[in-house]
Nanobody, 122 residues
Framework: QVQLVESGGGLVQPGGSLRLSCAAS????????MTWYRQAPGKERELVAA????????QYADSVKGRFSISRDNAGNTVYLQMNSLKPEDTAVYYC???????????????WGQGTQVTVSS
């Protein structure tokens, strides 16, 4: 069955960096676009970043542009989220999810992983 396992979260000071990983199994990873979402307490889950199957194209939420970078390793079935210049408002549980990609748009579907907590605080 499909499994998505996020890792790499933790407590970091404002301005710091973290690299999240999502290990995927149970489907052909190289055929799937991948996305990262986050959910802060009391807020809806929001799309943070997305990447196409070959990693040629990516898109980001306005709130993280220039600070976060999504990448993937198709040989290792893993998608990453490099987060720099972290702010307290980046505090959330981060999730990955696979997606379809058609005509320039992403269509996430399927199961979620358990998420990884990111806390940005001094």
């Amino acid at each position: 069955q499909v499994q998505l396992v996020e890792s790499g979260g933790g407590l970091v000071q404002p301005g710091g960096s973290l690299r999240l990983s999502c290990a995927a199994s149970g489907f052909t990873f190289s055929d799937a676009a991948m996305t990262w979402y986050r959910q802060a307490p009391g807020k809806e889950r929001e799309l943070v970043a997305a990447i196409t199957t070959a990693g040629v194209s990516a898109q980001y939420a306005d709130s993280v542009k220039g600070r976060f970078s999504i990448s993937r390793d198709n040989a290792g079935n893993t998608v990453y989220l490099q987060m720099n210049s972290l702010k307290p408002e980046d505090t959330a549980v981060y999730y990955c999810r696979r997606a379809g990609y058609y005509s320039g748009s992403y269509y996430p579907f399927g199961s979620w992983g358990q998420g990884t907590q990111v806390t940005v605080s001094s």
